[in-house]
């Protein structure tokens, strides 16, 4: 069956930095797209980024302003979210998604398996 399992996440003082990972099984990857979102407390999931099945193409939210870098691994089976320069506001638990399609999506509709979930905590 389909797997998606983040890690990755913890606390970090603002100005800092994580990579998330998100490991997958029971799928062909490279044929499928992948995202990430993320939710913080009584907010709406939001999207973040995404990434086409063979990687060559990329789209994120507005509020990533360059901060962040998604990539995958096909060979490994993996995506991952470098987050750079990260703020209060990224507090959120992230999670990893996978599209319904090879091309980028920016709506929770267009993805049909979600992780659990990784917590990112930005804090001083």
């Known amino acids: 069956q389909v797997q998606l399992v983040e890690s990755g996440g913890g606390l970090v003082q603002p100005g800092g930095s994580l990579r998330l990972s998100c490991a997958t099984s029971?799928?062909?990857?490279?044929?499928?797209?992948m995202g990430w979102f993320r939710q913080a407390p009584g907010k709406v999931r939001e999207f973040v980024a995404s990434i086409s099945g063979s990687g060559y193409t990329t789209t994120y939210a507005a509020f990533v302003k360059g901060r962040f870098t998604i990539s995958r691994d096909n060979a490994e089976n993996a995506a991952y979210l470098q987050m750079n320069s990260l703020n209060v506001e990224d507090t959120a638990t992230y999670y990893c998604?996978?599209?319904?399609?090879?091309?980028?999506?920016?709506?929770?509709?267009?993805?049909?398996?979600w992780g659990q979930g990784t917590q990112v905590t930005v804090s001083s």
């Open positions: 029971g799928f062909p990857f490279s044929s499928h797209a």
């Open positions: 998604a996978r599209a319904l399609t090879d091309a980028v999506g920016l709506e929770p509709e267009e993805f049909d398996h």
